[in-house]
């Protein structure tokens, strides 16, 4: 038995691994004495401590009813910041990683909605696919799901979803990279009539979807991105980032992060999801501009604050509060 009375991690054994579609590895992870884990809803998520000894925030992709296991897939992304290719080629079956218990920002609403319109791009499907299994067992239908991925073999349970089960209730599609090709939501999202958007996926889908749905009530649109704001961009350049205390002034290349910069040169700082959606890192900045990339910091807060994970500077040069 797995327990957490203080929110301590969990040691948790890799029973199973395999790869379900290319360069996606899904993992089940279970208490090495076969206990019950700590309880989840759909939509939540769990932060594994990979073998390089960062954090990375995951969501369970299986039905919460099950007790004995967190299923998660994992993208390897290899011109990442390692997080994933730490996990997806340091962590084989019998392993054993550190998983802080699940948490839940995507929640499904407390009150049943009239239906479900189920958006994932991706990877984005590991929430979702928790969500819709939630709706099957509890005998329920009321949702659709529209899944998008640019070739049939980036699609993670492809074959899942093409059971007579998903017959009409299930919409997979691959744009093969060409703009052209994608498929038009607005038909779908043109009216709500009490329905409930829920999406994950690239930054593109998830801006294309708030765009088509900014009629929508804002309780009726949710979204849920834990790597959209951490690509890398084509424009990025260096720039100089200085501690303001002890005079520290170090480079930060383009690919690289402020806080893995600072990493690099002997500093800690606390960190948990480096996708920014957690808040866990912000810090006080004193001189420049940021170019602020987080999806936590309102729009006061960025007059003072930058979230390190993943923002970096418009300019030359940045001061930090450190």
């Not at 009239?114 to 509890?138: E, N």
């Not at 492809?158 to 052209?180: I, M, S, T, Y």
């Not at 009629?215 to 303001?244: C, I, N």
Request: with cysteine; net charge negative.
């Amino acid at each position: 038995m797995v327990s957490d009375p203080d929110n301590s991690p969990l040691i948790l054994a890799a029973s199973h691994k395999e790869q379900v579609a290319d360069g996606i590895f899904l993992f089940e992870l279970r208490s090495p004495d076969g206990g019950d884990l700590p309880q989840f809803t759909p939509g939540s998520h769990i932060t594994v401590t990979v073998p390089s000894g960062q954090k990375r925030r995951y969501s369970l992709c299986n039905d919460c009813h099950e007790r004995d296991r967190y299923v998660i897939a994992v993208k390897q992304e290899v011109d990442g910041r390692g997080g994933s290719l730490s996990l997806t080629t340091g962590v084989n079956k019998g392993d054993v990683v550190s998983v802080e218990p699940p948490a839940n920002d995507f929640p499904l609403p407390a009150s049943e909605p009239k239906r479900f319109i189920f958006i994932a791009g991706g990877i984005g499907i590991t929430p979702i696919r928790s969500m819709i299994l939630d709706r099957l067992r509890q005998g329920k239908d009321n949702f659709t799901l529209y899944y998008f991925t640019r070739t049939p073999e980036l699609m993670a349970f492809r074959d899942e979803f093409k059971r007579p089960e998903f017959e009409g209730k299930a919409v997979l599609h691959h744009d093969n990279g060409d703009p052209e090709q994608a498929y038009d939501l607005w038909p779908v999202l043109e009216e709500q009539k009490g329905a409930h958007v829920y999406c994950c996926g690239p930054r593109g889908l998830m801006d294309a979807v708030r765009d088509m749905t900014g009629h929508w009530p804002d309780s009726a649109v949710h979204f849920e991105d834990f790597v959209g704001a951490t690509a890398t961009r084509p424009d990025d350049t260096p720039f100089e980032v200085r501690l303001a205390k002890s005079g520290e002034t170090y480079t930060v290349e383009a690919g690289v992060s402020i806080l893995d910069t600072l990493r690099r040169n002997g500093h800690t700082l606390p960190s948990s999801c480096e996708s920014g959606t957690c808040g866990t890192c912000r810090v006080r900045f004193i001189e420049g501009e940021p170019d602020h990339r987080d999806l936590v910091l309102s729009d006061e807060e960025r007059k003072t604050e930058i979230m390190i994970c993943v923002s970096r500077a418009r300019g030359r040069s940045l001061v930090l509060d450190i």
